[in-house]
């Protein structure tokens, strides 16, 4: 799943629009919408929509063949 579906799917889960995440951010609607457009998020970025939305982004890679989480 790409980053933007799981920020839209975190805003509809926090009643946000994009305009309440482009206020929180100190950004543009046009910015937040561009992003998700291009699925384009840095970890930084990912962290403060987390922190705007009060939730935690947790990042990192699965092993498929073991199954080990590395953060």
């Known amino acids: ?6 920020v839209r799917t975190l805003l509809i889960e926090r009643d946000m629009k ?3 995440l482009a206020n ?5 609607v ?3 919408s561009g992003k998700l457009s291009r699925d384009n998020f840095s970890e930084k970025e990912l962290r403060e929509i987390a ?3 009060d939730a935690t982004f947790v990042g990192g890679f ?8 590395i953060k």
């Open 51 to 53: 922190k705007a939305c």
């Open 18 to 20: 994009m305009t309440d």
């Open 62 to 69: 699965v092993l498929n063949d073991t199954g080990k989480e």
């Open 30 to 32: 046009q910015n937040i």
């Open 24 to 28: 929180e951010l100190e950004t543009t």
């Open 1 to 6: 799943m790409g980053m933007a579906k799981l």
